[in-house]
């Protein structure tokens, strides 16, 4: 528990603030294990420290023992005749409204001994929570190829620029990031899929990108655009609500690298599944738009 706390955050203080204990007990437990094992786990750097690629086998050692244990407290949970198995997901904030009303629907109707546990976080947050074990299931936009996790469905959802109901933008005159780049414009911070695709695109065509307001929140974007203060750039399902209220127009946008972006819903590899994470992923994959080919 204690080397894989120190092994998510990179930080003997984090780690031990986590497993709640002192940095000191930490770094001796640490090097009691390197001194029993014959080997180097660590290397301290400026910023923190680094695992050896020993110490990637104890620390996927250590998940592994988590999981398993996780496993155990179902099966005990069963055998007591005890309810209450818990699924944790995580997932981005675009994604709510379709992930509650839709996806979790009959998981709430039809599995009442699955509790679920629900955060919001951006891309490289979401990747980081299902690789570390914090969490079962992630939900992400735009995920990077490389991105250590295995992928349970991928479908296509472009980006879109979400514009208000009198701007000038139409299907006919704006239909390219270029076109909108001396419009005023409300971006999510670089740690998120949908802000890298969009720095992406801007590099290859030679578009510079000055965000007036920057935010983590999607809710604060949208209202951004409802205010008429300039356009966001958005996967379509994450506005439709707005569009469909008249808060706000959807345009499709040209430029490939946008077209071919993808939603994933996604799991950490060569992990063994429980049951409810299996029935949950069932029903996301089944039930949600952001899942459904846009065709």
Request: proline content about 4%; aromatic content about 4%.
């Amino acid at each position: 528990m204690t080397f894989a706390a120190v092994s998510r955050h990179g930080s003997l203080r984090k780690g031990a603030v986590e497993v709640g204990t002192s940095t000191s007990n930490v770094s001796r437990a640490i090097s009691a294990a390197e001194e029993r094992l014959g080997v180097t786990l660590i290397e301290r750097t400026p910023s923190g420290i680094s695992l050896t690629d020993a110490g990637r086998v104890l620390r996927d050692h250590a998940m592994q023992q988590i999981e398993a244990d996780r496993r155990l407290q179902a099966k005990l949970t069963r055998v007591t005749g005890r309810s209450g198995t818990v699924v944790r997901l995580r997932c981005g904030e675009g994604f709510l409204a379709d992930l509650v009303e839709r996806g979790l629907r009959d998981v709430f109707r039809d599995n009442p001994d699955i509790g679920l546990v629900l955060d919001i976080g951006a891309t490289q947050d979401i990747v980081e929570a299902v690789d570390t074990g914090h969490a079962d299931i992630g939900i992400a936009y735009a995920l990077p190829e490389i991105a250590p996790v295995r992928r349970i469905a991928t479908t296509k959802q472009p980006l879109c620029a979400i514009v208000p109901t009198d701007h000038r933008a139409t299907v006919s005159n704006c239909t390219t990031l270029e076109d909108f780049q001396s419009t005023e414009m409300a971006l999510l911070p670089k740690t998120h899929g949908v802000r890298q695709l969009v720095e992406q695109c801007a590099d290859r065509h030679g578009v510079v990108l000055r965000p007036t307001l920057t935010s983590g929140s999607i809710a604060a974007l949208l209202h951004f655009v409802r205010a008429g203060h300039g356009v966001t750039f958005l996967p379509r399902f994450s506005a439709e609500v707005q569009r469909q209220q008249g808060e706000a127009q959807i345009i499709d946008l040209h430029n490939p690298t946008l077209r071919t972006a993808t939603t994933t819903l996604f799991v950490r590899p060569q992990r063994r599944l429980p049951k409810a994470v299996d029935i949950v992923l069932a029903c996301l994959q089944g039930e949600m738009q952001s899942f459904a080919d846009p065709g």
